[in-house]
């Protein structure tokens, strides 16, 4: 497993902390999942855009 140190400032690192113990985890669980949480979010409308422009690429084509 990779170990990854990223600054944020206080404020936000202030608001991790409080979510993670409002949550009952650790603040590396919190993030941890939050991040994977946010990659397959990305990829989930990646992949409905991809659909919905190959879908109707005719349709965008006439109206160009």
């Not at 600054?7 to 936000?12: A, F, G």
Request: net charge negative; aromatic share 4%; hydrophobic share 40%.
């Amino acid at each position: 497993m990779k170990i990854l140190e990223i600054p944020v400032p206080d404020e936000t690192a202030e608001k991790i902390e409080a979510a993670a113990q409002e949550r009952g985890v650790s603040v590396e669980e919190l993030v941890r999942r939050s991040v994977d949480e946010k990659l397959s979010r990305d990829a989930r409308f990646e992949s409905a855009a991809r659909y919905v422009l190959t879908k109707n690429a005719e349709l965008y084509e006439r109206l160009a």
